[in-house]
């Protein structure tokens, strides 16, 4: 088991990850002295926190959504992308028949 502050380092890496953009760099360096108490209520409060703006994880290939679309593979996720490859499948039918 880590000591509570590499637990309480990894929080804020894991943390970042989650709400930075891709490649942003970083601006702010932090240091603090904590309490064991505050250290782990700090931990739990990162761990738990969701970001808003975060649509969630693609189906296809586990990228981040944006607005339900996949922002590295482009594809459309969860039961709106499933219509919209079903009605697009559709479509092909149709063009290909006529």
Do not use: K, N, W
């Amino acid at each position: 088991m880590p000591d509570l502050s590499e637990e309480l380092a990894a929080a804020v890496h894991e943390f970042a990850a989650r709400v930075d953009a891709p490649g942003q760099p970083p601006t702010v360096e932090l240091s603090a002295r904590l309490t064991p108490a505050a250290a782990r209520a700090v931990v739990e409060a990162l761990r738990s926190y969701h970001d808003p703006r975060d649509g969630g994880r693609c189906d296809e290939c586990g990228g981040r959504l944006d607005d339900l679309v996949c922002t590295s593979c482009g594809q459309p996720t969860g039961v709106f992308g499933q219509l919209i490859r079903e009605r697009a499948a559709r479509f092909q039918t149709t063009a290909d028949e006529g």
